[in-house]
Nanobody
C-alpha cells in the first residue's frame, strides 16, 4: 500500500503557474505508475496526466497538452505537476493517484491522495 499527500495548490491569476507535488510513502515508489486527476464542482473526476512506473512514458488530457508537465522523481518519492498558462477552467480539486500497474483515462489507480484545491481567478 502507498500513502499520498498533495501540496502546492492555491489561488493564481489566469496565465499564471503552479507546481503541485505529491509525496508518496509506503512501498517502493518506483514500482508505481502515477497520475493526476481533477474534479470541478458539479463535474465528474477526470484524468489530467499520468506517467509510467519508469517515467519513460506520459499521457496528457487534450485540455492540458502543451501547458502541463508531469514528472516523477523516484529518489524523492515524489511526483510533480507543473501547470503553466493556467485558465479559469483549470479550477478544480486536484488528486494524486497511484497504481502498481498503470493509470489510464478510464482506469484510475488504486490509491488516492486527499486532494488540493487549485483556483484560477482574477
Amino acid at each position: 500500500q502507498v500513502q499520498l499527500v498533495e501540496s502546492g495548490g492555491g489561488l493564481v491569476q489566469p496565465g499564471g503557474s503552479l507546481r503541485l507535488s505529491c509525496a508518496a510513502s509506503g512501498r517502493t515508489f518506483s514500482g508505481y505508475a502515477m497520475g493526476w486527476f481533477r474534479q470541478a464542482p458539479a463535474k465528474e473526476r477526470e484524468i489530467v496526466a499520468s506517467i509510467t512506473r519508469s517515467g519513460g512514458n506520459t499521457y496528457y488530457a487534450d485540455s492540458v497538452k502543451g501547458r502541463f508537465t508531469i514528472s516523477k522523481d523516484n529518489a524523492k518519492n515524489t511526483v510533480y505537476l507543473q501547470m503553466n498558462s493556467l485558465k479559469p477552467e483549470d479550477t478544480a480539486v486536484y488528486y494524486c493517484n497511484a497504481d502498481p500497474i498503470l493509470i489510464a483515462p478510464k482506469r484510475p489507480g488504486a490509491y488516492w491522495g486527499q486532494g488540493t484545491q487549485v483556483t484560477v481567478s482574477s
